[in-house]
């Protein structure tokens, strides 16, 4: 089960913090990433980052502005993000997938509830 914490509401220019704790399982097999879905808008890739933390990627449309990073020993996956815009809104959705080293936008094994980010011009 993964289980995203940290949205809500945020002027343009402004920053927030995403956390996703995994339980019932260890992360360390798995590639980890963030997938967003605006209203009436197919789930769009975010980010990503393998099993040993060193390789990441990121959309052209977040590059620069978040980082995610995850703390295997706490089962956890961060995503900073700075800069906000208001094409930002959207749910932000943790995933996860097995053995490869990195997520895709839909096939992965396991997703969390999503938390709403919402931007305001």
């Known amino acids: 089960q993964l289980v995203e914490s940290g949205g809500g509401l945020v002027q343009a220019g402004g920053s927030l913090s995403l956390s996703c704790v995994a339980s019932?399982?260890?992360?360390?097999?798995?590639?980890m990433g963030w997938v967003r879905q605006a209203p009436g808008k197919e789930r769009e890739f975010v980010t990503t980052i393998d099993w040993s933390g060193q390789r990441t990627r990121y959309a052209d449309s977040v590059k620069d502005r978040f980082t995610i990073s995850r703390d295997t020993a706490k089962n956890t996956v961060f995503l900073q993000m700075n800069s906000l815009k208001p094409e930002d809104t959207a749910i932000y959705y943790c995933?996860?997938?097995?053995?490869?080293?990195?997520?895709?936008?839909?096939?992965?094994?396991?997703w969390g509830q999503g938390t709403q980010v919402t931007v305001s011009s």
């Open positions: 019932g399982r260890a992360l360390s097999p798995y590639a």
């Open positions: 995933t996860a997938k097995y053995s490869v080293p990195e997520v895709t936008a839909t096939t992965n094994d396991y």
